[in-house]
């Protein structure tokens, strides 16, 4: 063990700027380190894998500390300002900008799959209403695979390909349907002259018999959001999407399971809870500074959420992007309200107190996207179900990047015992 974390210290340069390196940039070094570490038959102990590299990867780079995100290279802001959630969900899966030819095929193929079978829509009957829609979008996905035997195997390449457009096609339809169910109205079919969010928004807030514009403030902010949301790297909901594809469960089945991961309320859960939060603040009479004492104080369940990042110890470039247009969209689509007051209010007061600044705690991507979606239409319990169909790409674009990496290995931590030793069993009697 020694040798190989001396090896890893007597990197060119040393010291922990150098570890970092290994760590963030530069692949090789970093795998080779593993490889020595694996080979001494030493188990790290690292509970949440804050230290550990589960796969190498090129689709998405962070540096935490610079607060610096980019898709295959292309900086966020830049997607953020020029792109489209479409060119980005290509992008992450593919590789590359989709040319003009490339994006017509990549979006009539998408346009062709929306429909779902009409045995699948029954499904729905089973939940009860007020039923979270998270459970029931990941079920939704789950069931889906039952419709296509043809998804059952990872390596078929045709038939990942049709599960890739497939789920990008339906997955939105089915968060729809979710909603749907939720407020007693009909499902709508999908019309396919429209674009993917588009789409989704009509499904959504549309009715059977009256015609739905599409309001493009409100399509261009769902857009926006989408691609923000669309990658970052090994997460708790990626990397739950790989450990299950690691055993070669298909494409269908890692996505459902990558959805409930997401569920958490430390993870994609956050957006539904930070609004839960700020209403909580306003519902007694906006005292920021004593929520953020309880927070201090580690009340038990008090935390500020949509604060603090496993990787970023900066400015969330995301957050960046979201708190910069907040004004902008819910001045255009209306709901600028109160909550963004004391949003930023509390901001404002973190991150000049002591306790958020040492431990280099700042917004994350969650903590302005609930009042954009709250504007939109969208009750709090539905926000993590809008995150999914983001990240939907990038879950697709890892599984794929997974099942073609011939370094992976089935997902299997060890694990350090701490039970009793060996004992000898008494019968009950003697107990
Ligand atoms: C899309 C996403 O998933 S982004 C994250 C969304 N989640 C949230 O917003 C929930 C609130 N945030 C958190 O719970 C955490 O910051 C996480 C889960 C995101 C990251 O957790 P970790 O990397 O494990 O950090 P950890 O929990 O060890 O925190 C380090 C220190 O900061 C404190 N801390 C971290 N986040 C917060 C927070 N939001 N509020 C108050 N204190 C916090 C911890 O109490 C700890 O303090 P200590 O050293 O005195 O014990
Ligand atoms: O990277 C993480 O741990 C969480 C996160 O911000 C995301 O999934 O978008």
Redesign the pocket.
């Known amino acids: 063990m020694s040798d190989a974390t001396t090896a890893a210290l007597r990197l060119p340069g040393g010291g922990e700027h150098e570890l970092k390196v290994v760590q963030a940039v530069e692949g090789a070094p970093g795998i080779e380190l593993g490889k020595l570490l694996a080979s001494t038959g030493y188990i790290t102990y690292d509970p949440g894998f804050v230290n550990t590299g589960a796969a190498s990867s090129a689709i998405t780079y962070i540096d935490g500390d610079a607060g610096i995100l980019r898709y295959r290279g292309y900086p966020i802001e830049q997607l953020a300002q020029h792109s489209n959630f479409i060119e980005v969900s290509y992008l992450l899966i593919y590789g590359e900008l989709p040319t003009t030819e490339q994006l017509e095929q990549f979006t009539s193929k998408i346009n062709r799959h929306t429909l779902l079978h009409e045995d699948l829509k029954r499904f729905f009957d089973g939940f009860p209403r007020d039923a979270h829609p998270m459970p029931v979008l990941s079920s939704a996905v789950s069931a889906l695979s039952t419709f296509y035997q043809d998804s059952l195997n990872p390596f078929d390449e045709p038939n990942v390909e049709l599960s890739t457009i497939r789920l990008l096609a339906k997955v939105p339809t089915l968060a729809a349907y979710a909603y749907k169910k939720s407020i007693g109205q009909p499902f709508l079919y999908p019309d396919n002259s429209l674009g993917l969010v588009e789409n989704f928004l009509r499904l959504t807030f549309g009715l059977p018999a009256e015609p739905y514009d599409v309001d493009p403030d409100v399509a261009k902010a769902l857009d926006l959001l989408f691609i923000l949301?669309a990658d970052?790297?090994q997460?708790?909901?990626t990397s739950t999407v790989r450990l299950v594809g690691s055993s070669e469960a298909n494409l269908f089945a890692s996505i459902s399971a990558g959805i409930m991961a997401l569920f958490g309320p430390l993870?994609g859960g956050a957006n539904s809870a930070v609004l839960d939060m700020l209403e909580g603040i306003q519902a007694d009479g906006g005292d920021v500074a004593s929520f953020v004492n309880r927070v201090k104080n580690k009340e038990k369940g008090v935390r500020l959420m949509g604060f603090g990042?496993?990787?970023y110890k900066n400015y969330?470039p995301r957050a960046k992007i979201i708190k910069q247009t907040a004004d902008e969209i819910l001045g255009k689509i209306g709901g600028g309200d109160q909550l963004l007051d004391i949003a930023k209010k509390l901001e404002e007061t973190a991150l000049s107190d002591d306790y958020f600044v040492e431990r280099k705690l700042y917004p994350?991507?969650d903590f302005y996207t609930g009042l954009i979606y709250r504007a939109l239409g969208f009750p709090t319990q539905y926000f993590t179900v809008l995150f999914a169909l983001g990240r939907l790409p990038g879950w697709i674009a890892h599984w794929r990047e997974m099942i073609n990496d011939p370094a992976t290995k089935i997902g299997r931590p060890r694990q350090i015992y701490t039970g009793e030793k060996e004992r000898d069993y008494k019968p009950v009697s003697e107990r």
């Open positions: 949301h970052h790297e997460n708790c909901s993870h990042h496993r990787v969330d994350n991507v």
